[in-house]
């Protein structure tokens, strides 16, 4: 079956470190220690893209020497929203480029019969309304739970919402691309299919169960 979807919306972070990093991601034979380290440089790598728009402002700092006519980010504030429990493995990625950032917690189980998202945690920063939004979640499969967070942060006010995964079946971007016009998405690679657990292929397997050692 073929996927249609507005490319526009899509950045595909495809760097080689990236690729590499990817690569020993998906390694059946990757232990939970070194899995975890790279979902954390992966959100790492990807936040450098997702805050490339971030607009700056003159600022003059006095070096040793002289005047430096530098920038500085203009006040931009952001909340990073992890996807229970996957997410929170993208984090500290994430923070380590936006150490101010708050953070919004968004719990999502997916039935393993219907693949369908149940919401069990919602814990949002206060003002989530007038903050940029970065969901970060690893896998993008059939697209329900992102499309949930979605709807979950569009109702509390949220205009500036950006999605991170790190793979995403074309199946689910198509999903998610198609239930809000004004989303941006942000993946290291775009795989295959899904099979028919609804699981990416070939994928990594069960991001959440390789973070957490829960095999
Ligand atoms: C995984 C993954 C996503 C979701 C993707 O979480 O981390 O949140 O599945 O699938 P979807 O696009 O079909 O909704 P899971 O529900 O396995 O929970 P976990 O993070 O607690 O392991
Ligand atoms: N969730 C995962 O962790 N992996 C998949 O392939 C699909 C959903």
Redesign the pocket.
Do not use: N, Q, V
């Given at each position: 079956m073929s996927h249609t979807f507005d490319t526009a919306r899509v950045t595909l972070i495809d760097h080689p470190l990236v690729q590499h990093k990817l690569t020993i991601l998906r390694d059946a034979a990757t232990g939970t220690k070194q899995f975890r380290e790279i979902v954390r440089e992966l959100a790492l790598f990807e936040g450098y893209e997702v805050t490339r728009d971030f607009p700056l402002e003159d600022v003059d700092v006095e070096t040793p020497l002289a005047v430096a006519h530098g920038k500085r980010i203009a006040g931009r504030k952001v909340a990073v929203v992890p996807?229970?429990?996957?997410?929170l493995g993208m984090v500290e990625g994430m923070l380590d480029l936006m150490p101010s950032a708050r953070v919004g917690h968004i719990g999502?189980?997916?039935d393993e019969v219907t693949?369908e998202?149940r919401e069990y945690y919602c814990k949002m920063p206060r003002d989530i309304a007038e903050r940029t939004c970065i969901v970060v979640?690893?896998?993008?499969?059939?697209?329900?739970?992102?499309i949930d967070a979605v709807h979950a942060l569009r109702r509390r006010g949220v205009r500036d919402l950006r999605l991170v995964f790190i793979l995403a079946a074309p199946e689910?971007l198509e999903a998610l691309l198609a239930a809000d016009p004004d989303i941006r998405v942000y993946v290291c690679a775009i795989d295959d299919h899904l099979n028919e657990q609804?699981y990416i292929v070939p994928g990594l397997g069960?991001?959440?169960?390789r973070i957490f050692g829960t095999l």
């Open positions: 996807i229970l429990r996957a997410g999502m189980e997916r693949h998202p979640d690893p896998m993008l499969a059939t697209g329900g739970s992102a689910g609804a069960d991001a959440g169960d």
